[in-house]
């Protein structure tokens, strides 16, 4: 046998897991994959619960069990980055591995991701001081990343529309301006061979419009709308930063907390975030109504599931109002990079019988609908 065919044998015996021991053995650099298998066998024994008759209870020569803190070295030392974010966070998702998140030295030792973030705004409440510090240190990392991510295209999203009357010396085929082009070279056309000579080409240029719009976003923080949560705070964040937009932004369940303050610190944002309770949606809507001065430079972006707990007719009437006074709202169901809602149709049809706008986006895409509106 080849090395080639012993380390596809290796792969397939850590696949089947201890259980083949009998069966297959490990062969050449099997030191290694014993070791790998240890470490999955920690996680992923745990699907064996005591009735499934398939662990075994007998003694054994094994090593005691590692404590999280040894099993997260060990991963890290045994698997690429990749694998390692898919244990960690199986570990965190499937297994319940809560202690990861309440000792500093794991903690410190995770890789920063949005799913590790999602987590800690779960626990955070369970955690001592020390371990918040250097969860705070994760948050700030992967808001950092996302900021970088989002931020110019949000920008150019809402601050880039092409103004047709002015020359653009930034020559790029996204303001090129077709029309005038041919326009322009028409005197060149070559009759005999049929074409266009272009002497120049024409560009439009990209202008700021100061229209001095409010923007109100209010976040449901139920722990469904998670993800959404954590990129309206971003998204938040991004809108301040622009001079065309006074940005207001608001998180609710069964209470309503003004964030407002806190934009120019998202984590700060997501850190006061109270998971979970009772979600009541038209108490929100009816707080928002109240931060609209005027209404023909407003929109309201409401993010929720539209699952309500108080009074849905509360809803339906404080969100007509605020249609009817000229304000534009929209409902976003989902606001992340994968846009996939879950939410209640029925009110989200009524909503839209109402005159608002519902849709599940990303932030790139709010960010164009806000750029249209204001344009």
Not at 66 to 86: D, M, Q, Y
Not at 269 to 295: F, H, K, W
Request: proline share 2%; with cysteine; glycine share 6%.
């Amino acid at each position: 046998m080849n090395n080639k065919d012993i380390e596809q044998l290796n792969k397939w015996r850590l696949m089947l897991g201890k259980y083949a021991s009998d069966q297959i053995s490990f062969g050449q650099g099997s030191a290694r994959y014993m070791e790998m298998e240890d470490v999955l066998d920690y996680l992923y024994s745990r699907e064996y619960g005591e009735d499934s008759g398939v662990r075994e209870e007998k003694g054994s020569l094994e090593d005691s069990n590692p404590t999280v803190s040894h099993w997260i070295n060990k991963v890290r030392k045994l698997f690429p980055k990749e694998t390692v974010e898919i244990l960690e966070k199986q570990a965190l998702d499937r297994y319940g591995m809560t202690e990861l998140l309440t000792d500093r030295e794991v903690l410190a030792k995770m890789e920063p991701n949005q799913e590790l973030l999602k987590m800690i705004l779960q626990l955070k409440g369970s955690m001592n001081r020390s371990v918040l510090e250097e969860a705070e240190r994760i948050v700030k990392a992967v808001v950092k990343e996302l900021m970088e991510k989002l931020e110019q295209r949000i920008k150019i999203g809402i601050t880039g529309k092409l103004n047709r009357n002015s020359e653009s010396v930034i020559k790029s085929s996204r303001n090129l301006d077709i029309k005038k082009t041919i326009a322009k070279n028409l005197k060149n056309y070559d009759k005999d061979r049929e074409k266009l000579i272009l002497d120049r080409v024409y560009f439009n240029s990209r202008v700021r419009k100061y229209n001095n719009w409010r923007i109100v976003i209010a976040v449901d923080e139920s722990g469904s709308m998670l993800d959404s949560v954590i990129h309206s705070a971003v998204t938040a964040g991004i809108f301040a930063k622009l001079p065309m937009l006074d940005t207001r932004l608001v998180i609710f369940d069964t209470n309503v907390v003004d964030l407002s303050d806190h934009l120019d610190n998202p984590v700060e944002t997501l850190m006061s975030v109270q998971l979970g309770g009772g979600t009541n949606i038209g108490q929100a809507v009816r707080y928002c109504e109240g931060l609209i001065d005027n209404p023909d430079k407003t929109i309201f972006v409401l993010i929720t599931d539209l699952y309500e707990g108080g009074s849905v007719n509360e809803l339906y009437a404080t969100s007509r109002n605020i249609i009817e006074s000229g304000a534009k709202m929209i409902v976003l169901t989902a606001l992340d990079v994968n846009a996939n809602p879950n939410y209640n149709r029925t009110v989200a049809a009524r909503l839209v019988d109402l005159g608002a706008h519902v849709a599940a986006m990303t932030p790139e895409q709010l960010a164009d609908w806000v750029g249209g509106v204001i344009s």
